[in-house]
């Protein structure tokens, strides 16, 4: 059973310390962490659904708008708990979560009264959108230095986060079981997305993410966010996750049926034995652009032995001049944390340099990661194979390689769409834990 005081205690400690040390560098007092406000849709009385500013939730699994942290070296973080009595709207009630305990906590019903409770703010750095009360205050806001400070320890994830982590994951998995059945049941777009939402037990809003539910040619739509209600289809894309304490998995398998042309599903089982293996290859002193290319040899492979591509094994060359790339057109993976694309994938360190640029190769410009794999760093590890009319219609007419690819086989897939599997992996030790393997095999 889960101590989730125990992890909570050790992983709001560490952000403590880290606090205290980019303060101290950058000659603050205190660290103002505001859950933030929700947003107007433009000309517009209807808010966006409300996500807590990622910093704020690095600290406190707080649910909700306004909420204040603010943190001051040698003192316990306090915590501003705004809890109106409002009949507009719901508002969570604290009660007595496992993380209560590491707070001291002020609960209030409006606005003005939290920035009321905070005390001192001489030299006090503030983070967040809720930026008018800030301004009132005379003290820093969104310093750009202290942000890339916070974005760069958010990179390594602390037990009670890879928990977080894994539970979403194992709610994730509920879904992408119950997505599959209604699939091969012969179930819409619309069908499965609703019963993946009933069997995690939410709405759309809880999701980390938009997923995607695509069937056949919809599935070669990379954010593909339809919900077509046409029933029967041959293959299913699904790329969805769940959230938990504000971490979120984000999980995609692609499944056929006996209506899939079986070449096709030849290439749905080369691409899980492909992502399985590059999962295996994840470890801590991993440079994982090197990742990235050893996905598109193994790729070309592939293709050349299901007859796609004509290239006489010169996988470097389908590589170099991205004759692989128009069948995989975005990164390997990202970071993954709070945020989905978890931030920091291009920072070379806590001072905010950015990472060198990648490789002129067009093949590099769409990883999000480009950095050395750590310890706890978790990231996503996501190849796939697409058959994407325009990218191929552009390859035809223009490119010297044209002639390497079997136009005729690719005329008999494109109606299929696409293939892509991925999961959450996090180096740990020697190897890696695959956090989504251990609940969706």
Request: a negative charge; proline letters at 5%; aromatic letters at 10%.
């Amino acid at each position: 059973m889960t101590n989730w005081e125990s992890l909570y205690k050790e992983h709001i400690h560490k952000r403590m310390h880290d606090a205290e040390k980019a303060l101290t560098a950058l000659n603050y007092r205190s660290l103002l962490l505001g859950a933030g406000e929700p947003f107007l849709y433009f000309s517009d009385d209807n808010n966006a659904p409300f996500r807590s500013n990622p910093h704020f939730a690095h600290w406190c699994p707080a649910k909700g708008p306004h909420h204040l942290l603010k943190f001051e070296p040698g003192k316990k973080p306090l915590l501003v708990y705004y809890s109106p009595d409002d009949y507009w709207h719901a508002h969570e009630k604290l009660g007595n979560p496992f993380w209560a305990s590491e707070f001291d906590i002020i609960e209030v019903g409006s606005v003005d009264k939290i920035w009321e409770s905070l005390g001192d703010l001489n030299y006090a750095v503030f983070l967040g959108n809720e930026t008018k009360y800030a301004q009132t205050k005379n003290i820093k806001i969104n310093c750009e230095l202290m942000e890339a400070r916070l974005n760069w320890y958010r990179r390594f994830k602390s037990n009670y986060e890879i928990q977080c982590l894994s539970e979403a994951n194992k709610m994730g998995a509920k879904g992408h079981f119950a997505a599959k059945e209604a699939f091969l049941s012969g179930a819409s777009e619309y069908e499965i997305h609703m019963q993946y939402l009933n069997a995690i037990e939410c709405v759309d809003t809880d999701l980390p993410y938009t997923g995607i539910v695509a069937l056949d040619q919809n599935g070669a739509i990379l954010h593909y966010h339809g919900r077509d209600k046409k029933r029967n289809g041959s293959v299913l894309l699904i790329d969805s996750g769940a959230s938990y304490y504000h971490y979120g998995s984000d999980i995609t398998r692609t499944y056929g049926n006996k209506n899939c042309d079986p070449l096709f599903l030849e290439l749905i089982s080369e691409t899980e034995k492909l992502q399985k293996n590059l999962c295996s290859a994840v470890k801590k002193g991993l440079y994982f652009p090197s990742l990235h290319e050893q996905c598109h040899i193994r790729i070309a492979e592939i293709l050349e032995n299901l007859g796609i591509l004509k290239i006489s094994g010169d996988y470097e060359t389908a590589l170099h001049d991205g004759i692989t790339k128009i069948f995989l057109p975005h990164g390997l993976g990202h970071m993954l944390g709070i945020q989905v694309h978890d931030i920091g994938g291009k920072q070379l360190d806590e001072l905010g340099h950015p990472a060198p640029q990648n490789p002129p190769n067009i093949l590099y410009r769409s990883l999000r990661f480009v950095g050395t794999l750590e310890e706890s760093v978790v990231v996503t590890i996501e190849p796939g194979i697409y058959f994407i009319p325009t990218l191929l219609n552009q390859f035809k007419q223009n490119n010297k390689h044209a002639d390497k690819i079997n136009w005729g086989l690719i005329e008999k897939l494109i109606p299929f769409g696409g293939i892509r599997i991925e999961d959450d992996v996090v180096p740990i030790g020697n190897g890696q834990r695959n956090l989504t393997r251990e609940y969706l095999p």
